[in-house]
Nanobody, 125 residues
Framework: QVVLVESGGGLVQAGGSLRLSCAAS????????MGWFRQAPGKEREFVAA????????DYADSVKGRFTISRDNAKNAVFLQMNSLKSEDTAVYFC??????????????????WGQGTQVTVSS
């Protein structure tokens, strides 16, 4: 069982930056692949970024490549999402998610077992 709590969301102007954090409970955090997803009003939840249990592999949605960076600190049971050059279309609720490490990064919502409650990111143009 993993409990995930996101923080760091807020209101930012277009072109600005935010850093999201996800704190995880449990002794086996280092064995989980972690992902960030987002959901805008009226839209389905979509993949943003993911990182393998070791931190050695990452993947990003095309829409955020070159602007967002996912990282993790297994000693602190935390995963982060650095978001730069934010655009109005990045406005959404951002969710942290976890799944058992499998050797390949998953980008589908259905592949993740545990979810946080989400944190709102609003980018004003």
């Amino acid at each position: 069982q993993v409990v995930l709590v996101e923080s760091g969301g807020g209101l930012v102007q277009a072109g600005g930056s935010l850093r999201l954090s996800c704190a995880a409970s449990g002794r086996t955090f280092s064995s989980y692949d972690m992902g960030w997803f987002r959901q805008a009003p009226g839209k389905e939840r979509e993949f943003v970024a993911a990182i393998s249990w070791s931190g050695g592999s990452t993947d990003y949605a095309d829409s955020v490549k070159g602007r967002f960076t996912i990282s993790r600190d297994n000693a602190k049971n935390a995963v982060f999402l650095q978001m730069n050059s934010l655009k109005s279309e990045d406005t959404a609720v951002y969710f942290c998610a976890a799944r058992g490490g499998s050797g390949s990064i998953a980008t589908m919502v259905s592949r993740y077992y545990y979810w946080g409650q989400g944190t709102q990111v609003t980018v004003s143009s």
